[in-house]
């Protein structure tokens, strides 16, 4: 075994193995048990004591004894949490936090955009334009924020875009409520990037975190929503004070289509489904942050939203080098519990035999 691979292994409970000798010392340090003794007289005992049964028995006893010292060993190992340093992997790092908060209240229901010459709601398409933008954003720590009458975090902040785009495709209308609480999207979104670390990373990304976090990190929300601020503890501008304090830039974006046709008893008839749109309040909460608001009449203009986001927020391509850590514990664990089955089993059986 190589210099290369033995830096490649390490263990987090090193300590543990210390614990291989203990049997030893129990066996040597305290009394044996004593047996008891036998209360009746069992005829033939002495034939019993020169038969093969009576030879088989002694000769079990130390093959038994090496296979239950396999098993401590293998054991600790398992619980010395043995693991495999893989090779170095370079992965972009941006320096910037992204957060997604996207509507998910009862108006997202409204079916006023298209999606490949189908009418569908405004949640499905945001889905599909948001998806792409996630797949873009390659090298930012993402996180998603899902809210309604509540706000809940879905995804905390990660380098796992497809983790990102799965949870947020699974999203359901009406599950956070249906209200709208901007104002508690904002606060959470805050609070969130506040308390990132690397330690909120999944293990894999934990390095990568580490090395984001070294340098001065751009905190950055893009909100989508239908409606106006109807819910929630704080008020859009106290959470948009907190964002400015926390240095959080905010891009809002207005979904909605401006007109739409609806059947009626007297016909068809216009109405504008984005009458309860806030423009004028996610206007200024962009502006105060230094952020910019876009409205999104249609699919297309949602897309191009995303994509002057891009522009504005645009993807660095600086590398850092990173070990993945794969965990090596099962592989004794697993060796151990077949070796206990295959000593149950074997004691089963003679027992069964000397029964016989």
């Not at 129990?26 to 020169?50: G, K, S, Y």
């Not at 108006?107 to 006023?112: I, Y």
């Not at 340098?215 to 907190?242: E, H, S, Y």
């Not at 609806?262 to 996610?282: H, M, T, Y």
Request: charged content about 20%.
């Amino acid at each position: 075994m190589d210099i290369n691979t033995l830096s490649a292994l390490s263990w987090v409970y090193p300590w543990l193995l210390l614990l291989l000798p203990m049997p030893w010392f129990v066996r040597r340090l305290l009394p044996p048990l004593h047996q008891p003794q036998a209360v009746a007289h069992i005829p033939f005992a002495a034939d019993w004591e020169n038969s093969d049964l009576s030879s088989s028995r002694f000769d079990m006893a130390k093959p038994r004894l090496i296979t239950l010292s396999l098993i401590w060993i293998l054991l600790l190992l398992a619980a010395a949490r043995p693991e495999w340093h893989g090779d170095p992997v370079e992965i972009p790092i941006s320096g910037r936090d992204l957060v997604l908060a996207v509507d998910i209240s009862g108006s997202m229901r409204v079916k006023d955009f298209s999606l490949k010459g189908q009418q569908v709601d405004r949640l499905t398409a945001t889905k599909a334009v948001a998806d792409a933008f996630i797949q873009r954003r390659e090298g930012d720590r993402i996180g998603l924020i899902l809210f309604g009458t509540n706000a809940y975090v879905q995804t905390p902040l990660t380098f796992d875009r497809q983790t990102v785009r799965i949870l947020l495709n699974e999203s359901v209308i009406g599950l956070a409520g249906k209200s709208t609480a901007i104002g508690d999207t904002i606060g959470l979104a805050v609070k969130r990037l506040q308390q990132s670390s690397s330690e909120e990373a999944p293990s894999s990304d934990k390095k990568a975190a580490s090395a984001a976090n070294a340098k001065a990190v751009d905190r950055v929300l893009v909100l989508l929503t239908d409606g106006v601020n109807t819910a929630g503890d704080i008020t859009p501008q106290q959470a948009t004070d907190l964002a400015i304090k926390a240095g959080l830039k905010i891009y809002t974006i207005g979904i909605g289509a401006d007109s739409m046709s609806v059947g009626s008893f007297f016909g068809s008839r216009q109405i504008n489904p984005s009458a309860d749109l806030d423009e004028k309040g996610l206007t200024s909460i962009a502006e105060q942050t230094g952020g910019q608001y876009f409205r999104a009449k249609d699919t297309r203009e949602l897309n191009g939203i995303y994509q002057q986001i891009d522009q504005l927020e645009p993807v660095e391509r600086e590398h850092e080098m990173f070990r993945p850590l794969h965990a090596l514990f099962m592989w004794p664990l697993a060796i151990a519990l077949l070796l206990a089955t295959l000593l149950l089993a074997g004691t089963i059986q003679w027992r069964a035999m000397w029964k016989h």
